[in-house]
């Protein structure tokens, strides 16, 4: 079992930045893939970023390429997203995921999500 829990959200303007954090209990961190995603209002859950169990691989979303970096210290068991130049679209609810298998595939385990809101 993997706990998580989400912290970091708030209401920004666009263009601030924020920085989200992942805390994991439960088993160590270096044991699983790390993913953020988010839900905005009336639509799906999207994928957001993801990165491997050392931290050396990341993948993200076009729509968020270039201004959000998705890191990880394992000593700290926590993951994080750092989310600048953001947007009004960037407004969702954020859940940060975990992935027990070898490859990335559909996460083993959700938190309960931070509320991100970016005013115009």
């Known amino acids: 079992q993997v706990q998580l829990v989400e912290s970091g959200g708030g209401l920004v303007q666009a263009g601030d930045s924020l920085r989200l954090s992942c805390a994991a209990s439960g088993r160590p961190l270096s044991s699983v893939i790390m993913a953020w995603f988010r839900q905005a209002p009336g639509k799906e859950r999207e994928f957001v970023a993801r990165i491997s169990r050392s931290g050396g691989t990341t993948v993200y979303a076009d729509s968020v390429k270039g201004r959000f970096i998705i890191s990880r210290d394992n000593a700290k068991n926590t993951a994080y997203l750092q989310m600048n130049s953001l947007k009004p679209e960037d407004t969702a609810v954020y859940y940060c995921?975990?992935?027990?298998?070898?490859?990335?595939?559909?996460?083993?385990?959700w938190g309960l999500g931070t509320q991100v809101t970016i005013s115009s």
């Open positions: 995921a975990a992935e027990v298998g070898l490859v990335f595939t559909k996460p083993d385990y």
